[in-house]
């Protein structure tokens, strides 16, 4: 969900900021087409992004197909959303950095080509090992994009909009990763649901979306200026700054708790909507993960200006209340609880990783930024996977209910601990800007008494 690039490799000035892209004159004329390709390119890898992150999440309304022509039941749905979760997590450290000196426009398109193989794998072998193969190569093409795509919409904003604040690259990656996430399962199901073909026509389409984003991609321009000497390749390295190792981990359980809630309603969800609350609707299965994704991205862009500590608090109070309507709407079915739930936890959750990041990004070294980010994407992804797999085991022994209200306590737990250290060291880093901000007023005063 956000960039996870090594610091200070080569210049990732956009053309015309410097480096070789930027000298020697150029008139008005050319500035203003530079200017005008580059705001062209931000909206094409905008939509590329968003429709590759959909497509990762195409099969979420499906899998209770697949259970019915399979017989699997829903431990193995939680095993094959883990592969996914496994590929990602491989690849955010093995490529996602790789776009530094790489180049973005390239590695965009090497991801947009890896999540179209796996479309053709899921088309090709429609079994059980061919949904959990194409799944990870699915989540390695999600590993090597987010990071690259957040960097590519910055850069391509940075050189049509010079001097103009982020926020616009930063909402559209927003909305491209979590809102691509969500119209995925919303385009699934529907078309599952009204056209027909249920297994094959999904993955069409989203297929052709991404081509058109592949083919648009050759008209961005590159953000990256190459190093004339490749530097040595590494894996994505993982530190915990020592000083606030305590608040860091905090970040990093709220992370995972927050990730866990996403996973339920890109896995198990769909089946407890068909089975326990008895509605076999494959668009109202995409709708719901739709939603919670949706208002994950909301909350982001709405509490964006807010203070670390306020996107903290409401955050996680909303994924507590929000998991707490979720178990009630599954011990006294109820579809339009399970809804409501949904969009609250989704909503908190998004709020609150935004927290969690910003935190990570506070109390690590610049320097080690990407090392300390990595860490934290790692115990999200763990999340994703993790509890849903716990989850999936768990209804093998106990009632469907039981093992949601399990699963939705030890989040809950979870959160409110993590919680309670966060916004302790919210306040704690909020102390020395509040003291800079006196006495820059206080100077400021003497000056103007002067």
């Given amino acids: 969900m956000s960039a996870l690039t090594h610091p200070g490799r080569p210049d990732l000035r956009p053309p015309?900021?410097?480096?070789?892209?930027?000298?020697?004159?150029?008139?008005?004329?050319?500035?203003?087409?530079?200017?005008?390709?580059?705001?062209?390119?931000?909206?094409?890898?905008?939509?590329?992004?968003?429709?590759?992150?959909?497509?990762?999440?195409?099969?979420t309304?499906?899998?209770?197909?697949?259970?019915?022509?399979?017989?699997?039941?829903?431990?193995?749905?939680?095993?094959?959303?883990?592969?996914?979760?496994?590929?990602?997590?491989?690849?955010?450290?093995?490529?996602?950095?790789?776009?530094?000196?790489?180049?973005?426009?390239?590695?965009?398109?090497?991801?947009?080509?890896v999540n179209m193989a796996s479309g053709a794998l899921f088309l090709a072998w429609p079994s059980v090992t061919g949904l959990i193969a194409g799944r990870v190569i699915s989540g390695i093409s999600i590993g090597m994009l987010t990071a690259t795509a957040t960097a590519y919409l910055s850069e391509l904003h940075a050189a049509a909009h010079p001097g103009r604040p982020r926020t616009r690259a930063e909402m559209v990656a927003t909305t491209a990763n979590l809102g691509g996430l969500g119209f995925g399962p919303l385009l699934a199901g529907f078309l599952a649901q009204y056209v027909g073909d249920p297994l094959r026509l999904p993955y069409l389409v989203a297929e052709a979306l991404m081509l058109v984003g592949a083919i648009s991609l050759a008209l961005a321009p590159e953000t990256v200026t190459r190093p004339g000497n490749r530097p040595a390749y590494r894996p994505q390295r993982v530190s915990v700054p020592v000083v606030s190792r305590s608040l860091f981990f905090a970040a990093g359980a709220a992370a995972a708790a927050e990730f866990a809630l996403f996973g339920l309603f890109t896995s198990l969800a769909p089946g407890?909507?068909?089975?326990?609350?008895?509605?076999?609707?494959?668009?109202?299965?995409?709708?719901?993960?739709?939603?919670?994704?949706?208002?994950?991205?909301?909350?982001?862009?709405?509490?964006?200006?807010?203070?670390?500590?306020?996107?903290?608090?409401?955050?996680?109070?909303?994924?507590?209340?929000?998991?707490?309507?979720?178990?009630?709407?599954?011990?006294?079915?109820?579809?339009?609880?399970?809804?409501?739930?949904?969009?609250?936890?989704?909503?908190?959750a998004g709020a609150a990783f935004?927290?969690?990041?910003?935190?990570?990004?506070?109390?690590?070294?610049?320097?080690?930024?990407?090392?300390?980010?990595?860490?934290?994407?790692?115990?999200?992804?763990?999340?994703?996977?993790?509890?849903?797999?716990?989850?999936?085991?768990?209804?093998?022994?106990?009632?469907?209910?039981?093992a949601v209200l399990g699963f939705a306590a030890a989040l809950a737990g979870v959160a409110a601990l993590a919680g309670w250290r966060l916004l302790q060291g919210a306040a704690a880093l909020a102390r020395p800007e509040r003291g800079q901000a006196r006495r820059g007023s206080r100077t400021a005063g003497a000056g103007r008494s002067m």
């Fill in 354 to 402: 935004r927290g969690s990041v910003a935190t990570v990004i506070a109390i690590t070294p610049p320097h080690a930024r990407g090392e300390g980010l990595a860490g934290l994407f790692l115990a999200a992804y763990t999340g994703l996977a993790v509890p849903v797999v716990g989850l999936g085991v768990a209804t093998q022994s106990v009632p469907a209910r039981d």
């Fill in 61 to 113: 309304p499906l899998y209770v197909l697949y259970q019915a022509r399979d017989g699997f039941g829903a431990l193995m749905v939680t095993v094959i959303f883990a592969a996914y979760a496994a590929g990602v997590v491989a690849s955010l450290f093995l490529a996602g950095h790789v776009s530094d000196w790489l180049g973005r426009r390239r590695m965009a398109a090497v991801a947009v080509a």
């Fill in 272 to 348: 407890v909507i068909a089975g326990l609350l008895h509605d076999r609707s494959h668009a109202l299965a995409g709708a719901a993960a739709f939603a919670v994704f949706g208002a994950a991205a909301l909350a982001q862009i709405v509490l964006s200006r807010a203070h670390v500590r306020r996107q903290l608090g409401l955050g996680l109070a909303g994924l507590i209340t929000g998991l707490a309507v979720v178990t009630l709407a599954i011990w006294h079915p109820s579809l339009w609880l399970l809804l409501a739930g949904g969009v609250v936890a989704g909503a908190g």
């Fill in 16 to 59: 015309g900021h410097g480096g070789q892209a930027g000298r020697g004159h150029r008139q008005p004329g050319s500035r203003a087409g530079n200017r005008r390709r580059h705001g062209l390119a931000f909206w094409l890898v905008g939509y590329t992004f968003a429709v590759t992150m959909a497509f990762s999440a195409v099969p």
